[in-house]
T-cell receptor, first 117, second 116 residues
Framework: EAGVTQFPSHSVIEKGQTVTLRCDPISGHDNLYWYRRVMGKEIKFLLHFVKESKQDESGMPNNRFLAERTGGTYSTLKVQPAELEDSGVYFC???????????????FGPGTRLTVL | AQSVSQHNHHVILSEAASLELGCNYSYGGTVNLFWYVQYPGQHLQLLLKYFSGDPLVKGIKGFEAEFIKSKFSFNLRKPSVQWSDTAEYFCAVNAGRGSTLGRLYFGRGTQLTVWP
């Protein structure tokens, strides 16, 4: 079974540009999460999809970030326009729906390292 | 707001030494607790988890953790570390309700370096 995949693995862009990150969850996982780790700090929650619906987007830092999950499969996270403080590693995770979302292990992808110059 | 504290940012040990990594959280209600590990160049993966029952939980690779509710702690232990345990370790807590039920709160991580 394939794990969570993320693309690209690295992205280097200039301030003001747009970047789109992609996450493919484990097949059949209804829950999809985005997290971010800024260098030296904790991994912080950004948002949670249940299928194609945003269950919790309270962690999104501002309106320059837009996440979508059309069709309830893969998800994209777009940053437009990017700022220097957006640099970090963006992780995606997915989990099953059964048993209650709180009790399900989240499986993480390898992350996308974003550098904004 | 909920927070998770990991007391050690970098721990350096020799092989066969014992390990204990501290984790404290701030939420007073029902919590689910996790330790994740990220080996160099690899994904975050689950080491162990606590949902309920026996507060001493055993995970993969000889790791265990003890949930002490009165201390809001979930410390990770291993009696004898190996060079292959070199990795970054993250404590995480799920303490949400309602719409925030799924989110994990992470500590800053502890980098463990084991010298052969």
């Amino acid at each position: 079974e394939a794990g969570v995949t993320q693309f690209p693995s690295h992205s280097v862009i200039e301030k003001g540009q747009t970047v789109t990150l992609r996450c493919d969850p484990i097949s059949g996982h209804d829950n999809l999460y985005w997290y971010r780790r800024v260098m030296g700090k904790e991994i912080k929650f950004l948002l949670h999809f249940v299928k194609e619906s945003k269950q919790d987007e309270s962690g999104m830092p501002n309106n320059r970030f837009l996440a979508e999950r059309t069709g309830g499969t893969y998800s994209t996270l777009k940053v437009q326009p990017a700022e220097l403080e957006d640099s970090g590693v963006y992780f995606c995770a997915s989990s099953q729906a059964s048993g209650g979302v709180r009790n399900n292990e989240q499986f993480f992808g390898p992350g996308t390292r974003l550098t904004v110059l | 707001a909920q927070s998770v504290s990991q007391h050690n940012h970098h721990v350096i040990l020799s092989e066969a030494a014992s390990l204990e990594l501290g984790c404290n959280y701030s939420y007073g209600g029902t919590v689910n607790l996790f330790w994740y590990v990220q080996y160099p160049g690899q994904h975050l993966q689950l080491l162990l988890k606590y949902f309920s029952g026996d507060p001493l939980v055993k995970g993969i690779k000889g790791f265990e953790a003890e949930f002490i509710k009165s201390k809001f702690s979930f410390n990770l232990r291993k009696p004898s570390v190996q060079w292959s345990d070199t990795a970054e370790y993250f404590c995480a807590v799920n303490a949400g309700r309602g719409s925030t039920l799924g989110r994990l709160y992470f500590g800053r991580g502890t980098q463990l370096t084991v010298w052969p």
